[in-house]
């Protein structure tokens, strides 16, 4: 789990500072899920968003549906950017996400 700690400390900087960050996790879908879910466990569940990925305890939506979340603010977004991805969506769900929050996108091994 060593591999999270710096995002505690980049989560309190977003915090402190009011700002938005991205966080690339890159790799397999195994490893993706995974690790979102160990960095939701320790940011918490509240307020997250996930967008074309399904995990427990949240509220999914899929990219046909991203504009039906304009308006809305969530702390945290979880996009799948492994298939299909569509920059409408993204650009219409990154809106929602609050100052201090994260924009956590989920990407294929950087590789491909």
């Not at 920059?87 to 929602?96: K, L, N, Q, R």
Request: with cysteine; aromatic share 8%; hydrophobic share 40%.
């Amino acid at each position: 789990m060593h591999h999270i700690h710096p995002l505690v400390s980049l989560y309190n900087t977003a915090q402190s500072s009011n700002h938005r960050y991205p966080v690339i996790l890159s790799g397999n879908e195994d490893w993706c899920l995974n690790t979102v879910n160990i960095i939701l466990k320790l940011l918490g569940h509240d307020q997250v968003l996930s967008v074309d990925i399904n995990i427990e305890n949240i509220q999914n939506t899929t990219s046909p549906h991203a504009t039906e979340f304009l308006g809305f603010e969530y702390r945290h977004v979880v996009f799948n950017m492994r298939q299909d991805f569509s920059a409408d969506a993204f650009g219409a769900i990154s809106g929602t996400v609050v100052g201090g929050g994260f924009m956590i996108l989920l990407t294929p091994p950087l590789e491909q």
